[in-house]
């Protein structure tokens, strides 16, 4: 992950956290990404918004 833009690095972990548990809080996700990944608030309203649009896998 080393040089990749830290967007796409919360967009990277967030599936992977998805992946090992789809039915885990989207919004706890986003918040702790942010916080992880030093996100600035226009990243974090991108990143609710790419989990908004992308289906719930059951």
């Not at 990749?4 to 690095?9: D, F, G, N, R, S």
């Not at 972990?13 to 600035?40: G, H, M, T, Y």
Request: no cysteine.
């Amino acid at each position: 992950m080393a040089g990749e833009a830290p967007i796409k690095q919360a967009v990277k972990w967030i599936d992977d956290q998805l992946q090992d548990n789809p039915d885990a809080d989207r919004v706890k996700l986003v918040d702790e990404a942010s916080r992880r990944f030093d996100l600035s608030p226009l990243d974090a309203d991108f990143l609710f918004r790419h989990l908004a649009e992308r289906p719930t896998k059951k």
